[in-house]
């Protein structure tokens, strides 16, 4: 079977289900992978991250960046991802695109049951390739982050504090990712 390029993959009609429900994919080195609808907890810790990121970008207007919920990028000509959620420098927004170009400065995944380690490998290492400074994967049952960068993994639990460079001053318990009530 051929590779796909992300402009192939962008040319392609949008899909939907037997009930109408748009069918999200991705592509992944080429290949289009199917992702099948997430659970209510996935989604309300999805928006959990991205309303305290939303938060502290509020707070700090100067470092110019936008937390964005399941914005699609075109990571390398053959990956085209969606995050479930992803900062990008303000500047790289493209208001009326439905897919940014490049990598999202940091990309957040979160893990559901369905996801393989080998099918998030590809997926850090695509983000990572393609420009992002960091991959944070969100693990719900164990309720911990893994940190990737272009030269570390860092593991981060409960208490610990979840930091990044290109967040100055963000500094907040990996627990509070999973407060959900």
Do not use: C
Request: net charge negative; no cysteine.
């Amino acid at each position: 079977m051929a590779l796909l390029t992300s402009e192939q993959f962008l040319a392609l009609p949008d899909e939907y289900d037997n009930n109408g429900n748009h069918i999200k994919d991705e592509l992944i080195g080429g290949e289009i992978v199917r992702t099948p609808p997430r659970s209510s907890r996935h989604d309300r810790i999805k928006n959990r991250i991205n309303r305290l990121l939303i938060l502290f970008l509020h707070t700090n207007p100067h470092l110019s960046l936008d937390s964005l919920v399941e914005m699609a990028a075109e990571v390398s000509i053959h990956d085209a991802l969606v995050p479930d959620v992803s900062l990008f420098q303000r500047n790289r927004l493209t208001e009326d695109s439905r897919i940014q170009r490049g990598a999202p400065d940091i990309a957040i995944e979160v893990v559901s049951p369905r996801d393989t380690a080998a099918h998030l490998k590809r997926k850090v290492d695509a983000y990572l390739q393609g420009g992002s400074k960091a991959v944070w994967v969100v693990f719900p049952d164990s309720q911990s982050v893994m940190v990737h960068t272009a030269d570390s993994v860092r593991e981060l639990k409960s208490k610990q504090q979840i930091e990044d460079p290109l967040l100055p001053g963000f500094s907040i318990p990996v627990s509070a990712f999973f407060e959900l009530s």
